[in-house]
């Protein structure tokens, strides 16, 4: 099965970036279309961002569209989420998923991403 592990979260002021990295093991990510989640303190957790395996389809909610990116190396089974113009209601744990299909098969640990203003 796939492993998923996080990188690239900080501490940023608002309005700055942020670049967030997906480390795939186990599996090819080229098997799966790949998402960026996040979950704030006592919220759920909700979609940030996905692209289809093959990188010709990407999807953002209106909350971030615009200011982040989705992108995927299949090559170096990495996906990456760039984060600009950062606003501190990003603040939250952002987790990496893989899908096959219409089933889950991995989630990461989550990074930390705070924005002060």
């Known amino acids: 099965q796939v492993q998923l592990v996080e990188s690239g979260g900080g501490s940023v002021q608002a309005g700055g970036s942020l670049r967030l990295s997906c480390q795939a093991s186990g599996r090819t990510i080229s098997d799966y279309d790949m998402g960026w989640y996040r979950q704030a303190p006592g919220e759920q957790r909700e979609f940030v961002a996905s692209?289809?395996?093959?990188?010709?389809?990407?999807y953002y909610p209106n909350s971030v569209k615009g200011r982040f990116a989705i992108s995927r190396d299949n090559v170096e089974n990495r996906v990456y989420l760039q984060m600009n113009s950062l606003k501190p209601e990003d603040t939250a744990v952002y987790y990496c998923r893989a899908l096959e299909g219409a089933t889950v098969v991995a989630w990461g640990q989550g990074t930390q991403v705070t924005v002060s203003s």
């Open positions: 692209i289809s395996w093959n990188g010709q389809n990407t």
